[in-house]
């Protein structure tokens, strides 16, 4: 897979400006956990007071893509199963939440902090086996408020639940 990190395919301020570390990377206490998980260096400035969270951890969850207009991640199902084996309904939910919060921050610019005030999910089909794949994208991009839908596929790119969220983005 190539890398969807770079300058041609994001905008100016997720590679400078609020993201760009200025040197500030090298210092960051979660550098080996956000490289791990697929997190370009871009955003570790913005993260270095939590990094991914432990939630993004114990997933299994790795970014693949972050931009403006779309961020991209896998999560195994293997455990992240309910008690019938497939994929638990929460993960899901876990994974879209992830991802629409990571794209309502990259919105922000750095500036703004993503709460999430709404989400919704709707499951399809089970997950049994494998990696699933989640696909953030905008439906809204305001001042204070963005919504983003995500859907999220297996291997064989059949549709296991879409989900949308709602989050506020707050100053500071």
Known sequence: MGNNFTEDNASALETSGTFASNGANRGNPFARQLSEHGVPEAMWPMLASHGVGPLVEKLGIH???????????????????????????????ALAETLGSFAAAVHGKGAKKPVGVDISATHHRAGVSGLVTGVCTPIHLGRTLTTHEIVISDEAGRRLCTSRITNMLLDG
């Open 63 to 93: 970014f693949s893509e972050i931009t403006r207009d779309r961020v991209v991640a896998t999560m195994p199902v293997e455990g992240n199963q309910q008690v019938a084996g497939i994929l638990h309904g929460g993960a899901s939910v």
